[in-house]
C-alpha cells in the first residue's frame, strides 16, 4: 500500500464551525505532513510530526491544531477558521530513520471553502 | 535560503514530442523531488534523487549536484501529461522542500 488518503475530499464550513482534516496511510512511515496550497502557489509547510510528536510548527495561527494519535493517522483539527484560509490543504507522508527523511508521498488533499 | 529557478513556466508541446523541464537551485542539497499536479488535484511525487538519473516508463529525471541542476524529461509525450510539474529540493537533514514556481504543460493531441 502506497497511498496516503484524505478526507473529507471538499469541506465547507463557516467561521463559527469546528470540523477536522484526517490523513491516513499504512507505510510504516514515521513523518507526516500538513501543507497548504492557496490556487497557483506552491504548497507551504504547516506542520511536521517525527513518531508521533510535533517536529515542525511554521508559526501558523492556534486556530489550525494538528493532532497525531498514532503513526498512521493525522488529523488537522479547525477552529475559527477566517475566509482566507480557504485553499487545499494536502497531507504527506515519509520514512524518517538514519538513512534520512525519505521521499515525501502526498495525499489527493481536501478542498476547504470558510463561509 | 535555498533559491529555486525552474525553466520554462509555461510550454506547450504536440503529442508525442520530447519535453525538458529545468530546475536550478543555489544552496546544496540532500535530494530533490520532482512532482507533479493535475489543476485542482493533489500532487504526485514523481521522482527522488540525489544523484545520477533515474527512469519511470516515459520519464526520466537527471541530477547534478556540482552544478547544482536537476532535468525531468518526458519522452513521446501525451495529452495525460498535461500538468504542473514542481521541483522541490530539501537541504541535507530537513524536513522541508523548497518548492519550484511550476511549469504547466500542456500536450496537444
Known amino acids: 500500500d502506497t497511498e496516503v488518503t484524505q478526507t473529507p475530499k471538499h469541506l465547507v464550513m463557516g467561521m463559527t464551525n469546528k470540523k477536522s482534516l484526517k490523513c491516513e496511510q499504512h507505510m510504516g512511515h514515521r513523518a507526516m505532513y500538513w501543507y497548504k496550497q492557496k490556487a497557483k502557489k506552491p504548497p507551504e509547510l504547516m506542520f511536521v510530526y517525527s513518531y508521533e510528536k510535533l517536529s515542525i510548527n511554521e508559526s501558523v495561527p492556534s486556530r489550525f491544531s494538528p493532532e497525531c494519535p498514532n503513526s498512521s493517522l493525522l488529523n488537522l483539527h479547525l477552529h475559527a477558521l477566517q475566509p482566507e484560509d480557504s485553499a487545499l490543504y494536502l497531507c504527506?507522508?515519509?520514512?524518517?530513520?538514519?538513512?534520512?527523511?525519505?521521499?515525501?508521498?502526498f495525499g489527493p488533499g481536501t478542498r476547504l471553502t470558510v463561509l | 535560503k535555498n533559491e529555486v529557478e525552474q525553466s520554462p513556466q509555461n510550454l506547450t508541446a504536440q503529442e508525442g514530442e520530447f519535453i525538458t523541464i529545468n530546475c536550478s537551485y543555489s544552496v546544496g542539497i540532500s535530494a530533490l523531488h520532482w512532482l507533479q499536479q493535475h489543476p485542482g488535484g493533489g500532487i504526485v511525487s514523481l521522482f527522488m534523487l540525489s544523484s545520477g538519473k533515474k527512469k519511470h516508463g516515459r520519464l526520466i529525471a537527471t541530477i547534478n549536484i556540482q552544478e547544482k541542476h536537476s532535468s525531468l524529461h518526458i519522452t513521446a509525450s501525451h495529452p495525460r501529461d498535461s500538468a504542473v510539474y514542481i521541483c522541490?529540493?530539501?537541504?541535507?537533514?530537513?524536513?522541508?522542500?523548497?518548492f519550484g514556481k511550476g511549469t504547466k504543460l500542456s500536450v496537444i493531441p
Open positions: 504527506a507522508s515519509s520514512q524518517d530513520d538514519s538513512g534520512g527523511r525519505g521521499e515525501q508521498f
Open positions: 522541490a529540493p530539501r537541504g541535507a537533514g530537513s524536513y522541508q522542500l523548497t
